[in-house]
């Protein structure tokens, strides 16, 4: 048997990981002629419409409204939505912070969910356990890529009439029977930060189907003005909105940059279904899971190790694979959202424990360890890989090759060949 890496033996990974520029002479055209129009406000300018008319025909949506990042995005769809103080809203606890963010500057309530083993996404069972007679949201989070089981969940939140938005921070492009995410619920919820599919640098889209929402999304990201064409917004404020509007200099990148989208996405679907079919039949490992009629955008690839079957813990089984060259990393996020030190400490708003002492909020909820038992071994057994539109063939091929290298020597020690 071939030697680990580990061990001193040759690496399974030769060749460095694909890489190239994401930003290059078509950003700088749309740049230059933002300028050009002497003016770097969204709603005098073109650059900004211009976006979010693209977008929103590439997956086929009705309104599209730009933010200055996902975390607005998802805070101008609840604040729509009509979230009010102490309104729970069920969401993922694998997720970034920006999931939870805007729930809680709505004074509303996150409340946290299980997530299916493999597809690491919410299901409709693990969403219907955490329903009170608060609860007036979900808040679907499509991780890595990878689209929710939607059907059953679409079908749970019409019977319980509750709002449902998804957070395509980590999706775009990704599909469930034939519909792009963030086109199924009420709003969906994009990111343009600089470690997502495409970048402006930061910024945000909403996009919704629902004509009632489209002006409500557009007055909550900009102070709750209503636009007119050409005068001056109506200032007849009713209720708080941020000003999360985004400029014209990141409506240029972002339009720049969905010209490249649909090669990215096609690019990194082939890269994780590159390792899904490298990794499928290694006993002890399970690979990133779609669900049926699911089609994932892999913004990251995540596999789960049983360390019991391969006879070695994970952290031990990633230090082989990373000595094999291999971009290997252990877990995600360290904990789930909810043990992260703000919830376990209440400390949202410090000096206080608004929201959760406030008279509209249901009292004894709790973000003890345990809340979300398959979550939390997620994160203690998952092996993450990167996913890069600019890997190669080879990059997959080795990248194979190593786990399997790594399986191999640890199986055959338990008497399991590969
Ligand atoms: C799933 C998810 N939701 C929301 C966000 C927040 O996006 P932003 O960083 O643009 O505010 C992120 C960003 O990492 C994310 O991954």
């Known amino acids: ?31 230059s002629e933002a300028l050009e129009q002497n003016t ?15 977008f929103r025909k590439m997956i086929r949506t009705k309104h599209c409204v730009a933010t200055s990042s996902g975390t607005a995005s998802i805070h101008v769809a609840l604040g729509a939505v009509g979230l ?34 493999h597809t690491y996404n919410m299901t409709a069972e693990t969403i219907e356990a955490r329903i009170t007679r608060k609860t007036r949201a979900i ?35 990704a599909s469930y029977r034939g519909r792009f995410v963030g086109t199924i619920g009420d709003v969906g919820c994009f990111s343009l930060n600089d470690f997502k599919h495409i970048s402006a640098g930061d910024g945000g889209m909403v996009v919704t189907n629902r004509d009632d929402l489209a002006s409500k999304l557009a ?26 509007r985004m400029t014209e200099l990141q409506g240029a990148v972002g339009l ?60 031990k089984f990633v230090e082989a694979v990373q000595a094999e060259g291999v971009a290997a990393s252990a877990g995600y996020i360290p904990a789930p959202i909810y043990r992260w ?11 206080s424990k608004c929201p959760y002492d406030c008279k509209h909020t249901r009292k004894g909820i709790r973000y003890n360890k345990g809340l979300c038992p398959e979550a939390e071994r997620i994160l203690e057994t998952a092996v993450r890989l990167p996913v890069n539109e600019f890997f190669t063939k080879t990059d997959v091929r080795e990248t194979v090759a ?17």
């Open 40 to 54: 770097l406000f969204y709603h005098r300018g073109t650059k900004v419409r211009e976006m979010c008319e693209t």
């Open 256 to 315: 720049a940059q969905l010209g490249k989208l649909k090669r990215i996405c096609k690019k990194r679907h082939e890269i994780g279904e590159g390792y899904t079919r490298g990794l499928k039949d290694i006993p002890g490992i399970f690979p990133h899971k779609v669900p049926a009629g699911g089609r994932s955008t892999y913004w990251f690839y995540m596999f789960r190790v049983d360390s019991k079957v391969l006879g070695a813990s994970r952290e």
């Open 1 to 31: 048997m071939v030697k680990l890496a580990l061990e001193g033996g040759p690496k399974a990974k030769k060749h460095a990981y694909g890489w190239g520029r994401r930003f290059g002479r078509e950003e700088l055209k749309q740049l």
């Open 139 to 173: 808040l679907v989070v499509h991780l890595a890529g990878n689209p929710a089981d939607m059907n059953p969940i679409t079908k749970l939140a019409r019977d319980r009439k509750l709002a449902l938005i998804e957070d395509c921070a980590q999706s775009y492009l």
């Open 219 to 244: 007055m909550f990201a900009d102070k709750n003005y209503r636009r007119t064409p050409g005068g001056s917004p109506l200032r007849e404020i009713a209720s708080l909105a941020p000003n999360y």
């Open 402 to 418: 190593g786990i399997r290298k790594v399986a191999k020597h640890f199986l055959a020690r338990k008497g399991i060949e590969l």
């Open 341 to 351: 030190e703000v919830f376990r400490r209440r400390t949202i708003y410090p000096g």
């Open 84 to 117: 009010r103080p102490g309104d729970e809203v069920i969401t993922s606890p694998i997720s970034d912070f920006g999931s939870v963010i805007g729930i809680l500057y709505q004074n509303a309530i996150p409340i946290f969910c299980d997530l299916d083993p």
